[in-house]
């Protein structure tokens, strides 16, 4: 049997690292455990609840949901409507931390 030469088999192995923010990450999973995930790049799918832009903000949010939970996204971009399935990518970030435990988990689309 013949061995992948080295660079076929780096980049299987980046391909394989590179993928895994696209695989949908379950919600549950990123807010029992957002330290696992901080400032690193996640794609979610699910329902969205609500939808708030505030005036005179550049950025809005919404709450995404499935079924393992809910979190809220943050966008510069247009708002989805309520209701509607979304797949978003972003990076999970924390509002604030209480005595090192993580408080108030959102992801930033696009980021």
Avoid: H, W
């Avoid at 400032?39 to 903000?57: D, E, W, Y």
Wanted: aromatic share 4%; proline share 7%.
């Amino acid at each position: 049997m013949q061995k992948a030469p080295a660079p076929v088999l780096l980049v299987l192995l980046l391909l394989a690292l590179c993928s895994c923010a696209l695989v949908p990450v379950p919600i549950g999973k990123i807010t029992k455990n957002p330290e696992r995930f901080e400032n690193r790049p996640v794609t979610v799918r699910g329902q969205v609840l609500s939808a708030t832009k505030l005036p005179f903000m550049e950025e809005g949010f919404y709450v995404l949901k499935d079924s393992t939970g809910e979190i809220t996204v943050v966008t510069r971009g247009a708002l989805p409507a309520e209701g509607r399935t979304r797949i978003v990518r972003g990076k999970v970030e924390t509002t604030f931390k209480v005595m090192g435990k993580a408080l108030g988990v959102v992801i930033r689309e696009g980021d």
